[in-house]
């Protein structure tokens, strides 16, 4: 049987594991947006073709160690989400599975 208590609880962690998909991706957006800042300014006071191609170069190879970076951590916290999600049933298929299992 729940208890007040534990439906609250339940509550509760699901909306911290939510405010923490949103905050890392408010700190993604954020990062992104000083890397390509930072990008323009570098960018803008190249004198030749080669140093250009340089600096576009880095900037391609760091946006993308860096997106796939923040989709893993981001995709890491989904995955705690759900795990948080289901784990109410846990209890609920332990009854069951020996039942099955027969």
């Keep these: 049987m729940f208890k007040v208590e534990d439906i609250q609880n339940y509550g509760k962690e699901q909306f911290e594991g939510i405010q923490a998909i949103a905050a890392a991706y408010g700190d993604y957006s954020k990062k992104s947006y ?4 930072s990008y323009v300014e570098k960018l803008s006071g190249v004198k030749s073709l080669d140093k250009a191609i340089e600096v576009q170069t880095e ?3 760091s946006a993308y160690e860096s997106f796939v970076a923040e989709s893993q951590k981001i995709a890491g916290l989904y995955t705690d989400l759900v795990k948080q999600t289901c784990k109410p049933l846990e ?4 009854k069951f599975a020996p039942a099955a299992a027969r």
């Design 34 to 37: 000083e890397d390509t800042k």
């Design 59 to 61: 900037y391609a190879k």
């Design 91 to 94: 209890g609920v298929v332990a």
